[in-house]
């Protein structure tokens, strides 16, 4: 089971829109469409923004939105605010060798 | 309130084996499926096991398959993780997780509480 591939930082001036894309395969990102999103301040556990590429559970702020398309999915943050500034990590079922889920290697956003 | 308390964690040395376990409250433990996820220092999030809710299917990270046996006992409320034949490379802090329901309907594979975490250190 291969790590999901992201970019290992981002930044962005308050208020600006970025995006951090997952890169999978098709025995992942691919095929299904259970893919999560995670942010993690640093010291904290992880919290969950995104579920089904583009779900957002009760209480998550609507600047969190995510996609996909073919074996990449996206998370994108409208109006980056300092308080967003954290790390990422995107998850995706998969079955490349036994069921489970799999994770990308995070990524770092600076709000600058 | 939900809440997932981990203990186990320890210094253990390589070939060594651990058992943790994460004590539930807060919700109805046996109507959800439950996993482990692990984090070394300084490291990403890496999936670890899963167990259905009345613990008839599991799953395993081919790095821990046939050396990690999640379980739960749910007239308890607890998961279980035994850890047999650790590694350096198994030093991490280790989560339990469980995953998110909303509406009647669960989602096996996103996870919305975390327990606080139990470390877990393999070294001579």
């Known amino acids: 089971q291969s790590a999901l591939t992201q970019p290992a930082s981002v930044s962005g001036s308050p208020g600006q829109s970025i995006t951090i894309s997952c890169t999978g395969t098709s025995s992942d990102v691919g095929r299904y469409k259970y893919v999560s999103w995670y942010q993690q301040h640093p010291g904290k556990a992880p919290k969950l923004m995104i579920y089904e590429v583009s779900n957002r559970p009760t209480g998550v702020s609507y600047r969190f939105s995510g996609s996909k398309s073919g074996i990449t999915a996206s998370l994108t943050i409208s109006g980056v605010q300092a308080e967003d500034e954290a790390d990422y990590y995107c998850?995706?079922?998969?079955?490349?060798?036994?069921?489970?889920?799999?994770f990308g290697g995070g990524t770092k956003l600076t709000v600058l | 309130e939900v809440q997932l308390v981990e203990s186990g964690g320890d210094l253990v040395q390589p070939g060594g084996s651990l058992r943790l376990s994460c004590t539930a409250s807060g919700f109805t433990f046996s109507n959800y499926w439950m996993h482990w996820v692990r984090q070394a220092p300084g490291k990403g999030l890496v999936w670890v096991s899963r167990?259905?809710?009345?613990?008839?299917?599991?799953s395993y990270a081919d790095s821990v398959k046939g050396r990690f046996t999640i379980s739960r006992d749910n007239a308890k409320d607890t998961l279980y993780l035994q850890m047999n034949s650790l590694r350096a490379d198994d030093t991490a802090v280790y989560y339990c997780?469980?995953?998110?329901?909303?509406?009647?309907?669960?989602?096996?594979?996103?996870?919305?509480?975390w327990g606080q975490g139990t470390l877990v250190t393999v070294s001579s």
């Open positions: 998850s995706s079922y998969t079955t490349s060798t036994t069921p489970g889920v799999v």
């Open positions: 997780v469980r995953i998110y329901c909303s509406g009647g309907t669960c989602f096996n594979e996103a996870f919305d509480y």
């Open positions: 167990i259905k809710t009345d613990g008839s299917d599991t």
